[in-house]
């Protein structure tokens, strides 16, 4: 095979080392190096000294990060998935790992995963961060229910949300001593005054001294965590000011919120020159079926594991949207729900939210909804031969007589 590459080198990251093996006309060089700052700085070093243009490395876990911190910008680095290079089986050493990602890199037999620039990567560590803190503000409510529950108080019977106004006073009110289910009901706020009758009854319980020291821990909590919240929430609304304009169409999606743009955003970015297509997107994202033939036989079309955060943002936007009413979206999971299942028909809603951002971004224009109707409209002549068809099988005579406009 035709070498592409002359001076390149294959790199095997671990925790602690760094092999490295170079493959020049000169022949081939294998050296380890430390996986601390100053190794990195001499791994450099040496690579500068020989030569070498491209670098390539394993994505293992984290580690791979430090390395490709020191090597950007003075190398072509690429970070490759290791499930695309593995090596034929047999005896399996860092150096051999080493010298064959050098020689898949050195015949262009390697493709590097899409590694966004340092601002982007420090943007979807602090919105991924604030996911995760989101998640756990979520746990501790539902741990504050699960007490609750134990104390025989049915609170959420009652109020939608148990860490409200309202409800946060109630908490607070038990958690000093008050038992009396009136006194505890006049604490509420706003429309939920008008259920007070029903809060009596669902307040009416055995709190104990150990449940009030939980519901006190339990909010300590619940307040760092919104205070953290808020505080990420500014620093990434910092950060989105360049694409706030983006930021605006994408939000008016159906079922799309500012959270959802911002998370989206943060993982595919602002530059869609990196992909060729809207469908390249959604093959990168794994928001569409997989590709397995043989033998002329469709195999298995799973969606495959992928950029698990963009996912996530997908799916509770493309729930959102299906909940939606008289939208594209709506129409399309009841369309497919109907015949495929829910998760398959909301993985379909979410590969066309993730499509239509696409061009959102690429061609700098707003959302257009294409009805709820749009379906019936492609195919007119379907829908109305099977309603005929099925108001004949109850015994009736159907006539049609075509009006000014079939759909409004």
Request: charged content about 30%; some cysteine; hydrophobic content about 40%.
């Given at each position: 095979m035709q070498?592409?590459?002359?001076?390149c080198c294959g790199l095997d990251v671990h925790k602690e080392t760094v092999v490295a093996c170079i493959l020049t006309p000169e022949g081939k060089e294998i050296q380890s190096f430390s996986a601390m700052t100053n190794g990195l700085l001499k791994l450099a070093d040496w690579l500068s000294e020989r030569g070498v243009t491209h670098v390539a490395m394993?994505?293992?876990?984290v580690y791979w990060k430090p390395v490709y911190n020191l090597l950007e910008g003075d190398f072509e680095a690429m970070v490759v998935n290791a499930q695309h290079i593995k090596a034929v089986p047999g005896r399996k050493t860092d150096v051999k790992d080493a010298e064959w990602i050098a020689k898949l890199l050195q015949h262009g037999l390697i493709r590097g995963s899409f590694i966004p620039d340092r601002p982007q990567r420090e943007l979807r560590e602090v919105v991924r961060y604030?996911?995760?803190i989101i998640r756990q503000r979520a746990q501790?409510?539902?741990?504050?229910?699960?007490?609750?529950e134990g104390a025989n108080i049915k609170l959420s019977n009652v109020a939608t949300d148990v860490v409200g106004a309202s409800g946060k006073a109630m908490l607070k009110a038990m958690i000093n001593g008050t038992e009396d289910p009136k006194v505890l009901a006049e604490m509420a706020k706003g429309r939920l005054r008008k259920k007070r009758p029903e809060l009596e009854e669902a307040l009416k319980g055995?709190?104990?001294?150990h449940?009030?020291?939980m519901l006190e821990s339990l909010l300590r909590h619940l307040d760092f965590l919104d205070?953290?919240?808020?505080?990420?929430?500014?620093?990434?609304?910092?950060?989105?000011r360049p694409f706030e304009e983006t930021i605006r169409r994408i939000s008016e999606m159906p079922g799309m919120g500012r959270r959802n743009a911002e998370e989206v955003l943060a993982e595919i970015g602002s530059d869609m020159s990196r992909f060729p297509s809207a469908n390249h997107l959604a093959s990168w994202a794994r928001m569409c079926p997989g590709n397995n033939e043989s033998a002329g036989k469709r195999l298995s079309g799973r969606i495959g594991h992928a950029n698990s955060w963009l996912r996530s943002a997908l799916v509770e936007a493309a729930?959102?949207?299906s909940r939606t009413k008289e939208t594209y979206f709506s129409a399309q999971y009841h369309r497919l729900a109907s015949r495929r299942g829910r998760k398959k028909a909301i993985i379909a809603v979410g590969h066309t939210i993730l499509v239509d951002i696409y061009h959102i971004i690429h061609d700098k224009t707003d959302y257009r909804d294409l009805g709820a109707n749009y379906f019936d409209k492609r195919k007119s002549s379907f829908v109305i031969h099977n309603a005929m068809r099925r108001i004949e099988q109850l015994g009736f005579k159907v006539t049609l007589e075509p009006a000014q406009a079939l759909f409004s």
């Amino acid at each position: 095979m035709q070498a592409i590459h002359e001076r390149c080198c294959g790199l095997d990251v671990h925790k602690e080392t760094v092999v490295a093996c170079i493959l020049t006309p000169e022949g081939k060089e294998i050296q380890s190096f430390s996986a601390m700052t100053n190794g990195l700085l001499k791994l450099a070093d040496w690579l500068s000294e020989r030569g070498v243009t491209h670098v390539a490395m394993e994505s293992t876990g984290v580690y791979w990060k430090p390395v490709y911190n020191l090597l950007e910008g003075d190398f072509e680095a690429m970070v490759v998935n290791a499930q695309h290079i593995k090596a034929v089986p047999g005896r399996k050493t860092d150096v051999k790992d080493a010298e064959w990602i050098a020689k898949l890199l050195q015949h262009g037999l390697i493709r590097g995963s899409f590694i966004p620039d340092r601002p982007q990567r420090e943007l979807r560590e602090v919105v991924r961060y604030r996911r995760s803190i989101i998640r756990q503000r979520a746990q501790v409510v539902n741990r504050i229910q699960k007490v609750l529950e134990g104390a025989n108080i049915k609170l959420s019977n009652v109020a939608t949300d148990v860490v409200g106004a309202s409800g946060k006073a109630m908490l607070k009110a038990m958690i000093n001593g008050t038992e009396d289910p009136k006194v505890l009901a006049e604490m509420a706020k706003g429309r939920l005054r008008k259920k007070r009758p029903e809060l009596e009854e669902a307040l009416k319980g055995l709190i104990s001294a150990h449940q009030r020291m939980m519901l006190e821990s339990l909010l300590r909590h619940l307040d760092f965590l919104d205070k953290e919240i808020s505080q990420l929430d500014e620093e990434v609304e910092q950060r989105m000011r360049p694409f706030e304009e983006t930021i605006r169409r994408i939000s008016e999606m159906p079922g799309m919120g500012r959270r959802n743009a911002e998370e989206v955003l943060a993982e595919i970015g602002s530059d869609m020159s990196r992909f060729p297509s809207a469908n390249h997107l959604a093959s990168w994202a794994r928001m569409c079926p997989g590709n397995n033939e043989s033998a002329g036989k469709r195999l298995s079309g799973r969606i495959g594991h992928a950029n698990s955060w963009l996912r996530s943002a997908l799916v509770e936007a493309a729930w959102s949207a299906s909940r939606t009413k008289e939208t594209y979206f709506s129409a399309q999971y009841h369309r497919l729900a109907s015949r495929r299942g829910r998760k398959k028909a909301i993985i379909a809603v979410g590969h066309t939210i993730l499509v239509d951002i696409y061009h959102i971004i690429h061609d700098k224009t707003d959302y257009r909804d294409l009805g709820a109707n749009y379906f019936d409209k492609r195919k007119s002549s379907f829908v109305i031969h099977n309603a005929m068809r099925r108001i004949e099988q109850l015994g009736f005579k159907v006539t049609l007589e075509p009006a000014q406009a079939l759909f409004s």
